[in-house]
């Protein structure tokens, strides 16, 4: 009954805590017990993952999970440990990498099929920690008529395979005619 109380009331710290200006996402993604089916588990596992743009926004989320478990857990004469790992942060573009990556698109799809003005997106994607490290654009192609990335349903089409190909050699052709290599 804890662990339950505790899901419900971090699915409130988004819109109690986060300004809803900033993008914000908490997940409980799964719940476990002790697996026993005659007797209530001694313990409980909950897990998920929290979604943001911006690093402050993180520490407040990690800030209100901790007050929040703790005191539905003193409420029901539990106790409660939290491990909060970072291991998805948000992926954001650099700008200058980004207005590359766009002059590139249209040079090889037309400028009519580039948008530079997709709204951002909460998803995780490993290369966000690339960009920790160098800077870098993530963007999107079109897959035809799929359901989305990391879906069940989703059905990569090969015939995304030489268009993203050629996206990638106009990036390298174009970054190496108008800069010089250092040796």
């Given at each position: ?13 988004v819109s109690r805590t986060i300004d809803p200006a900033e ?29 943001h743009f911006d690093d402050a926004v993180s520490l407040r ?26 291991v998805f942060v948000p992926l954001v573009n650099d700008p ?88």
């Amino acid at each position: 009954m804890c662990a339950c109380s505790i899901v419900g009331e971090l699915q409130t710290i988004v819109s109690r805590t986060i300004d809803p200006a900033e993008l914000a996402v908490v997940s409980i993604t799964s719940i476990g017990g002790d697996n026993v089916k005659n007797a209530i588990a001694s313990e409980a596992r909950i897990e998920g993952d929290c979604r943001h743009f911006d690093d402050a926004v993180s520490l407040r989320i990690e800030e209100a999970m901790r007050r929040v478990a703790q005191g539905v857990a003193d409420a029901h004469g539990c106790s409660v440990a939290i491990d909060y790992d970072r291991v998805f942060v948000p992926l954001v573009n650099d700008p200058m990498a980004t207005e590359h990556a766009l002059k590139a698109a249209a040079a090889v799809f037309g400028a009519e099929n580039v948008n530079g003005d997709a709204p951002r997106m909460g998803a995780s994607e490993d290369f966000a920690q690339a960009l920790r490290i160098a800077p870098g654009a993530f963007g999107n192609i079109g897959n035809g008529d799929s359901a989305q990335l990391h879906s069940p349903e989703y059905d990569f089409n090969d015939a995304a395979l030489i268009p993203g190909v050629q996206w990638f050699l106009e990036l390298v052709r174009s970054r190496l005619s108008s800069e010089p290599v250092e040796a």
